[in-house]
């Protein structure tokens, strides 16, 4: 078998038999052309099937896709709205601290941008150490930081201390921790109560007298 020219120029495969009786060959040929005509129509319809089904899918996918990536970025609008508008603080953090949201609230009391506030630890804003993180395991597991609320001393950007009540929450977000931080800025009730009780000291002072 051979593949090559015919005489009228065109590509053939051909297959020769000799026969000696007759010294004579048999041939029998047949175009590349022909065979290749059945596989270049199957790939060529391959091709369209596959054109059509990518644009009915594209058309699917948009009609579907569409009306959902707008209710989420209308959802995801409200919550950062409602997060934005919060009197107190609200700060997302994973279980190492690593700061993943930080709202309008907490700008004003910690004097940090959003986008200078995520991407770090926690323990930056807080001046006592390892604040809002368990040293162990067991700890965590027993609850003795979520739920409660506790009197911390905050830092502001500027390096000036403040008093802050935090309560720490944890929910599992597709099987990670996500540790919610309520913040509310205490600093003038504190010293309006130290300023209370000073009044109060004067005044038992002078009735004393």
């Keep these: 078998t051979i593949i090559g020219l015919d005489y009228r120029g065109v590509m053939v495969l ?9 010294d004579l060959g048999m041939v029998a040929k047949i175009d590349l052309a022909e065979i290749r005509e059945p596989f270049l129509k199957a790939g060529l319809s391959i091709i369209l099937i ?3 089904l990518v644009i009915l899918g594209t058309i699917l996918v948009r009609r579907i896709g569409n009306p959902l990536i707008r209710e989420l970025e209308e959802n995801e609008q409200r919550l950062r709205t409602i997060l934005d508008t919060a009197a107190d603080g609200i700060i997302t953090s994973d279980a190492q601290g690593v700061i993943n949201s930080f709202n309008q609230a907490a700008e004003n009391i910690f004097g ?13 804003l807080i001046a006592e150490p ?3 993180q368990p040293s162990n395991d067991n700890e965590a597991n027993k609850g003795q930081l979520t739920g409660n609320q506790r009197e911390m001393t ?9 008093s802050i009540e935090i309560t720490v929450s944890e929910v599992q977000v597709n099987q990670a921790r ?6 509310r800025d205490i600093t003038e009730r504190k010293q309006s109560l130290m300023e209370l009780h000073q009044r109060e000291e004067e005044l038992r002072l002078t009735f004393e007298n």
């Design 154 to 162: 905050g830092l502001h950007k500027n390096g000036g201390q403040i």
């Design 130 to 132: 390892n604040i809002g």
């Design 14 to 22: 051909a297959a020769f038999e000799p026969v000696a009786e007759l």
């Design 50 to 52: 596959t054109l059509i």
């Design 178 to 183: 996500l540790i919610t931080h309520i913040v």
């Design 112 to 124: 940090y941008l959003s986008q200078e506030a995520i991407g770090q630890n926690i323990t930056r």
